[in-house]
């Protein structure tokens, strides 16, 4: 099936930084979405990507659509405690219906 | 309720039970979906349910039975489970199906 890879695998940083995450798949994606998942719960969207080269924020958080469309990044500014989780990424080929997901990038933040 | 909600959220089966796990979407969504999460492994989706009408069965070994009563309600039943199966089981709803999901905070399933 189709893999998506998510890099780094893991981060360790300090309260305050910003940090930098990004998505690559092997094919042309429409559609790309963000999840951030805290222990013992379930993914929660952060952002929704649909065309080439859009950028979108939420609060802090801002991800892009990379324009080879076949890459995705997601940046977070000034983290703090609360940003401590794993982040995947998911996307939809322009062909077909299914969402196929990274297999994540674990933050941690040292206060 | 809000959201997506899943019960239980933690089960321990021995191989040769039959249980069953439960979701219900108060999200007023027409599909909902079953995945399984694996440690180090992508989300694997499982079964695709459109209007109750199931429209995915991504090569789910039959001990897994997904039942769809309605539009918000979607079951897994589980029976002679092997222990590799033990994972997080998340349920998911969109408004149309294979739009953005909206997660409920899983079962966590452990077949001894």
């Known amino acids: 099936g189709q893999q998506l890879n998510q890099s780094p695998q893991s981060m360790f940083i300090q309260e305050g930084e910003d940090v930098s995450m990004n998505c690559t798949s092997s094919?042309?994606?429409?559609?790309w979405l963000w999840y951030k998942q805290e222990p013992g719960e379930g993914p929660v969207l952060l952002i929704a990507l649909y065309k080439a080269g859009e950028l979108t924020s939420n609060g802090r958080l801002t991800a892009q659509f990379g324009i080879t469309r076949k890459d995705s990044f997601l940046n977070i500014s000034a983290s703090i405690p609360s940003d401590v989780g794993i982040y995947f990424c998911a996307g939809r080929r322009r062909t077909g219906n299914q969402f196929y997901f990274g297999t994540g990038t674990s933050l941690t933040v040292i206060p | 309720e809000t959201g997506v909600t899943q019960t239980p959220r933690h089960l321990v089966m021995g191989m040769t039970n039959k249980k069953s796990l439960k979701c219900e979407q108060h999200l007023g969504h027409n599909a909902m979906y079953w995945y399984k999460q694996s440690a180090k492994k992508p989300l694997e989706l499982m079964f695709v349910y459109n209007f109750k009408e199931q429209t995915e069965n991504n090569s789910v070994p039959s001990r897994f039975s997904p039942e769809c009563p309605n539009s918000s309600h979607l079951f897994l039943h589980l029976h002679t489970l092997q222990p590799e199966d033990s994972a997080l089981y998340l349920c998911a709803s969109s408004q149309e199906a294979y739009n953005e999901q909206f997660f409920g905070p899983g079962t966590r399933l452990t077949v001894l």
């Open positions: 094919s042309i994606f429409n559609t």
